[in-house]
């Protein structure tokens, strides 16, 4: 008889769940499936939106409230809903792009904002996965930006590096969050606000224990969730930095990571 060790699992999207080319493998869908058919309940935490995420999602059955926004928002893709939403003061968003041009002229800065990316620089670099995934956007002036979820900045690692440097220089790091997604995302979020706190308020929204709960992420982004999760994992590709702050490391990305952390933690 199938008995799960955790009830519940929080999966990272890219380099997690999935693949380097960017599709789930027929592995980690049915270790997901066997999951929640023994009585699991699975969800994604990811800094996509819920648009950008949904292409990938229809042979996974979430059943939990999904992170997006690398914690800014709760979405329920069952009833197509935010449950939960933070946001970037627009004084602080104005500053932040206007600091990061200063540094880095053509970072691509991108406004993220209920699924459709606003570009704030027409003459920057181009985020290769707009165009490689398709994913909607528009070209936005300074003025006429919306509500911004998380403002994401694209571009070379170091230069990236500097701008964030400018930034905690001018604010004394007060009022924002940042995080690293990827080598070249550099992710400005609303103070406190993680995927690990994203987690958390989904516990007590939904009931969830705690103690009943595995998460899995590869990046630095991923850390504050791991980390408040009962069981929390890695992939073999994740950094180390990652890998110390998680209580298992498991196959890499390219390996079926998520189906490895199931079947070799998470059901008997």
């Not at 060790?5 to 999966?11: D, E, T, V």
């Not at 042979?59 to 933070?86: E, H, K």
């Not at 003459?123 to 398709?134: A, F, L, R």
């Not at 998460?215 to 890695?234: K, R």
Request: charged share 20%.
């Amino acid at each position: 008889m199938t008995r799960l060790l955790k009830q519940n699992l929080f999966s990272d999207m890219d380099d997690t769940l999935l693949t380097g080319d960017k599709k789930i493998s027929v592995e980690n869908i049915a270790a997901i499936r066997r999951f929640t058919e023994a009585g699991g309940h699975f969800s994604i935490a990811t800094g996509r939106s819920e648009v950008i995420a949904a292409p990938f999602l229809s042979d996974l059955p979430l059943s939990m409230p999904a992170i997006v926004y690398n914690g800014a928002a709760v979405y329920d893709f069952d009833q197509q809903r935010f449950l939960y939403q933070a946001e970037l003061p627009r004084d602080t968003v104005l500053r932040f792009v206007k600091e990061a041009f200063c540094v880095y002229p053509e970072v691509c800065a991108e406004v993220y904002t209920n699924g459709i990316i606003q570009l704030l620089n027409p003459s920057g670099v181009m985020d290769h996965y707009i165009p490689n995934e398709n994913q909607p956007f528009e070209y936005q002036t300074l003025d006429g930006f919306g509500l911004c979820m998380k403002l994401l900045f694209y571009g070379e690692n170091e230069k990236l590096k500097m701008v964030e440097k400018r930034l905690y220089e001018v604010t004394n790091g007060r009022g924002f969050q940042s995080t690293f997604s990827a080598p070249y995302y550099l992710e400005i979020l609303p103070e406190n606000v993680s995927k690990g706190s994203a987690l958390s308020w989904i516990f007590e929204y939904c009931g969830i224990d705690p103690d009943q709960t595995a998460a899995i992420g590869d990046f630095y982004n991923d850390i504050a969730m791991i980390e408040l999760a009962s069981l929390g994992a890695a992939p073999a590709n994740a950094p180390q930095d990652v890998k110390a702050s998680a209580d298992v490391v498991v196959a890499d990305n390219n390996h079926a990571a998520v189906a490895d952390l199931i079947t070799r933690y998470l059901m008997r």
